[in-house]
């Protein structure tokens, strides 16, 4: 048997090239709040109130307990320095909400981030490592997974894309994709 109890904390990951990866957490935060846990939310790499469900999170997370910490976009090796320091920004925030016993926290664009650079193994570790003490449930989204993460994770959903409006040369639309 050797399962975790329904107390222990859980890895889950929403991976994979296919558009869905943040809805997928944001509705994982939802049914958290939803049965009464306590969610944090952070996403690297994202402004604050640039996307639709930063507004409604911001509506129903108390105080604190989200945080958009990114530049926006990132170029390979443009601005390193000032992305990097955005993204150590929420791992701090991170460490500090699974000391305030968040029971959830998710991690958006974490994948993202350890695969630029941005946030290197060992410091993802240190949140994963912090999660697994406290009985926090992390969520991680991201393309690209690594195999040691893909391991130690509990429950890993790959989202494929098969067609996307963009290849229509459709533009971004407000509530669809920000």
Known sequence: ??????????????????KGKT???VGQALR?????????????????????EQKILKKLLPAGMFLASGEGFYRDGHDHERHRAKALDLVDWAG??????????????????LNRGLIDRRELEFILDGAANSGTT????????????????DLVSE???????FEQNIPARKGIEF
């Open 96 to 113: 500090e909400k699974i000391q305030g016993k968040a029971q959830m926290l998710v991690l958006d664009e974490a994948l993202y981030a």
């Open 138 to 153: 992390l969520v991680l989204t991201g393309r690209d997974l690594p195999d040691w993460l893909k391991d130690r994770a």
């Open 159 to 165: 989202i494929h894309l098969i067609k996307h409006h």
């Open 23 to 25: 809805s997928a957490a």
């Open 32 to 52: 958290a709040l939803g049965a009464g846990l306590s969610v944090g939310f952070g996403q690297f790499f994202k402004r604050d109130s640039q996307s639709g």
């Open 1 to 18: 048997m050797g399962g975790k109890s329904e107390k222990q904390a859980l890895i889950l990951v929403y991976t994979g090239e296919g």
